[in-house]
């Protein structure tokens, strides 16, 4: 069991944001409130969460730069984009449901092509890390 956090940086007023989820609700609301993020901002919970969050396709948290740094100094694991999808794709598979294990199936073999697909071919990286060659998006670490 684990908490999950992206590296999506997607702006929101002044802050920029990334997702974090669990494997279980219980451990994601734990790290909420390890991070002091306010339980009431949880998306996609059908009772749990409010308004137009609780048709979020996914049980997750929109969090700021800074909770997502607090929150792997207490143990989330970093992930790339495409861990929502690998997660929700994981939870389908797990469903038992056979349509919905096709589904997660066929996902997970995508996530794998596009991640291949963004690793870098001639490995040219910075100073920083950043790949200079391949068509990573800034902030993104050369994975060649």
């Known amino acids: 069991m684990a908490v999950y956090v992206d590296d999506m ?3 929101f007023g002044r802050y920029i944001m990334c997702h974090m989820w669990a494997d279980t609700i219980d451990e994601l609301l734990a790290m909420v409130d390890r991070i002091a993020v306010q339980r009431k901002w949880i998306q996609g919970h059908p009772t749990l969460s409010f308004g137009k969050h609780r048709n979020a396709s996914w049980v997750h948290f929109d969090i700021t730069m800074s909770k997502r740094a ?3 100094a207490a143990g989330a694991i970093e992930t ?3 861990g929502p999808l690998e ?3 994981k ?3 797990a469903s038992g449901k056979p349509s919905l294990i096709a589904y997660g199936e066929k996902r997970l073999a ?3 092509e596009l991640r291949n697909a963004r690793r870098c071919k001639t490995n040219v990286v910075g100073g920083t890390g ?3 060659a391949c068509d990573a998006e800034q902030g993104e670490t050369c994975r060649g």
């Open 87 to 89: 997660h929700t794709s």
């Open 110 to 112: 995508q996530i794998a």
């Open 9 to 11: 940086r997607a702006p």
């Open 80 to 82: 790339d984009r495409y």
């Open 70 to 72: 607090l929150a792997v």
């Open 130 to 132: 950043e790949c200079l």
């Open 91 to 93: 939870q389908a598979i």
